[in-house]
């Protein structure tokens, strides 16, 4: 079973950055595609990026040129380098696989970007 814990979020202001940090625990992290989602306030939780086990990556419209998903399969963890932050932005950031997030949900980790 893969268990997630996420952290790195926080305050900044419009323009910041912030790189935030999911590690996994289980096997199945090496073989697995991996994402990167968030949830704002009244609103449905989205796919932001994602990157499969051979380092391909993809991502939502609205982060392509600000948003960087890596991972390092050896320490079972992925990142989120957030560049260019803007007020909507502001969501509990979470990471599962993909395309179906089958992993328990970890508690996320909150981004408030302030204008």
């Known amino acids: 079973q893969v268990q997630l814990v996420e952290s790195g979020g926080g305050l900044v202001q419009a323009g910041g950055s912030l790189r935030l940090s999911c590690a996994a625990s289980?096997?199945?992290?090496?073989?697995?595609?991996m994402g990167w989602y968030r949830q704002a306030p009244g609103k449905q939780r989205e796919l932001v990026a994602l990157?499969?086990?051979?380092?391909?990556?993809n991502y939502t419209d609205s982060v392509k040129g600000r948003f960087t998903i890596s991972r390092d399969t050896a320490k079972k963890e992925v990142y989120l380098q957030m560049n260019n932050l803007q007020p909507e932005d502001t969501a509990v950031y979470y990471c599962?696989?993909?395309?179906?997030?089958?992993?328990?949900w970890g508690q996320g980790t909150q981004v408030t970007v302030s204008s």
């Open positions: 289980g096997s199945i992290f090496s073989i697995a595609s």
């Open positions: 990157i499969t086990n051979g380092g391909g990556t």
């Open positions: 599962n696989t993909v395309p179906i997030p089958f992993a328990s």
